[in-house]
């Protein structure tokens, strides 16, 4: 049993999650020390992409059809700075739709499995 049962749900599916995506890159794309990640790729397809992560740690079904974590990263030299970066930004970004610290933490725990497949360092 996923441990994000009903959470999608809860948060208002596919749609509410992509509004959060938006704000999500919105504030990374302010941020120097990420955005240069982000200037020479399909924003569209990233968000996309994101929003079908974001679903499936939630709880929604799994959409993702891309790259692996791993492979998407490789190359980038992401470090763990990076990633700290990407999660307190989600984290607001959380926090700004309502989400409950529970919800917030348990889906950033999930996301912290993936950081060896993001962190190249």
């Known amino acids: 049993m996923n441990q994000h049962d009903g959470l999608f749900e809860r948060i208002g599916g596919q749609e509410k999650i992509g509004h959060m995506v938006e704000d999500f890159y919105t504030n990374i794309m302010k941020d120097d020390s990420l955005s240069s990640f982000f200037n020479s790729i399909d924003m569209d397809k990233q968000k996309n992409h994101q929003t079908n992560f974001l679903s499936f740690v939630m709880g929604g079904p799994n959409q993702y059809t891309g790259r692996t974590l791993a492979k998407a ?28 610290k529970e919800e917030i933490n348990s889906v950033l725990d999930t996301i912290t499995q993936y950081k060896q497949d993001i962190v190249k360092e």
Do not use: P, Y
Request: proline residues 0%.
């Open 73 to 100: 990263h490789e190359g980038l030299n992401t470090t763990g700075e990076h990633f700290d970066s990407i999660v307190s930004h989600l984290r607001t970004t959380m926090e700004k739709h309502q989400m409950s």
